[in-house]
């Protein structure tokens, strides 16, 4: 933060300017948990020695993971608190400002949203983009883009297929991909999080649309496991975004009123 250093600047197919943000805690955690910096590499959800020397010592590597890990654990409690909210984490507009889930009472019924950071952090000041989003709406409308990748066939094949996979490999993801839909229904809440958390990077809402913006790789390793797959629990599943890995899902809602609500 000091030394005013920030993350890379790419556009997306779209045309959506990322990156050129302060490292937020996420992609710290991120770039702390890279196996890279002690000699490694990754294979899928494999690590294995590279041929590149390490320039972290792994004392020191060790040390650092035992203390994040410490971190996790009194966040824990906290984070469960907020699991009922599928997107926890996930949703930013196209500056990079995130949205925390909150709540309100009107009439005795409980309303949820998810309210910009920025705006919470500076109350009196007067924004241009989005600041309250409906939860319910916005769940629903990712929650239904997502389902309807998973079911088509040529979606599925066209961006999940490798070049030199065979038929009866990519024949095996579209049916992993269809049967994950089929089960989505049956998971629990905090079970839908933490599957979501595994694989989406990033949901960014913008005026006209929402892009849904996930890892290719993460998203195989969930359809190859299939049932045998449990996703881990993530404190900061903001991550950061690699291009060549990124498979981007776009929502068009027009938004019809800055504070609350969004015409599909």
Same mark, same amino acid.
């Given at each position: 933060? +000091?030394?005013?250093? $920030?993350?890379?600047?790419?556009?997306?197919?779209?045309?959506?300017?990322? &990156?050129? #943000?302060? @490292?937020?805690?996420?992609?710290?955690?991120?770039? *702390?948990?890279?196996?890279?910096?002690?000699? %490694?590499? +990754?294979?899928?959800? /494999?690590?294995?020695?590279?041929?590149?020397?390490? =320039?972290?010592?792994? %004392?020191?590597?060790?040390?650092? /993971?035992?203390?994040?890990?410490?971190?996790?654990?009194?966040?824990?409690?906290?984070?469960? %608190? !907020?699991?009922?909210?599928? *997107?926890?984490?996930?949703?930013?507009?196209? #500056?990079?400002? +995130? @949205?925390?889930?909150? @709540?309100?009472?009107?009439? !005795? +019924?409980?309303?949820?949203?998810?309210?910009?950071? *920025?705006?919470?952090?500076?109350?009196?000041?007067?924004? #241009? &983009?989005?600041? !309250?989003?409906?939860?319910?709406?916005?769940?629903? $409308?990712?929650?239904?883009?997502?389902?309807?990748?998973?079911?088509?066939?040529?979606?599925? @094949?066209? !961006?999940?297929?490798?070049?030199? %996979?065979?038929?009866?490999?990519? &024949?095996?993801?579209?049916?992993?991909?269809?049967? *994950?839909?089929?089960?989505?229904?049956?998971?629990?809440?905090?079970? $839908?999080?933490?599957?979501?958390?595994?694989?989406?990077?990033?949901? =960014?809402? /913008?005026?006209?649309?929402?892009?849904?913006?996930?890892?290719?790789?993460?998203?195989? /390793?969930?359809?190859?496991?299939?049932?045998?797959?449990?996703?881990?629990?993530?404190?900061?599943?903001?991550?950061? =975004?690699?291009?060549?890995?990124? =498979?981007?899902?776009?929502?068009?809602a027009k938004l019809r009123a800055q504070v609350v609500k969004f015409t599909w």
């Amino acid at each position: 933060m +000091r030394e005013k250093i $920030r993350s890379k600047v790419w556009l997306t197919k779209a045309g959506t300017r990322l &990156g050129g #943000n302060p @490292f937020a805690r996420g992609a710290l955690y991120d770039l *702390l948990q890279n196996r890279l910096y002690i000699g %490694e590499i +990754r294979h899928r959800d /494999q690590w294995y020695a590279g041929k590149h020397q390490g =320039i972290v010592p792994k %004392e020191l590597w060790d040390k650092v /993971q035992a203390q994040m890990s410490g971190n996790r654990k009194k966040r824990h409690d906290h984070i469960r %608190e !907020r699991s009922s909210s599928l *997107l926890t984490g996930l949703l930013a507009d196209a #500056n990079g400002n +995130r @949205f925390t889930p909150s @709540f309100t009472f009107k009439k !005795r +019924r409980r309303y949820r949203y998810y309210v910009s950071q *920025l705006a919470i952090k500076n109350p009196a000041t007067k924004f #241009n &983009g989005p600041i !309250r989003l409906p939860a319910r709406e916005i769940e629903n $409308r990712v929650t239904e883009k997502l389902l309807s990748f998973l079911k088509s066939d040529a979606e599925v @094949f066209d !961006r999940l297929g490798a070049a030199a %996979e065979s038929p009866a490999t990519s &024949g095996q993801l579209v049916t992993a991909a269809r049967k *994950l839909a089929l089960r989505w229904p049956s998971l629990r809440s905090e079970e $839908r999080r933490d599957l979501l958390a595994s694989f989406v990077r990033r949901i =960014i809402v /913008q005026e006209n649309n929402i892009e849904v913006l996930m890892s290719r790789a993460d998203l195989r /390793q969930v359809l190859e496991k299939g049932d045998d797959f449990v996703p881990a629990h993530l404190d900061h599943p903001y991550q950061s =975004i690699h291009p060549d890995d990124l =498979i981007c899902l776009t929502i068009e809602a027009k938004l019809r009123a800055q504070v609350v609500k969004f015409t599909w």
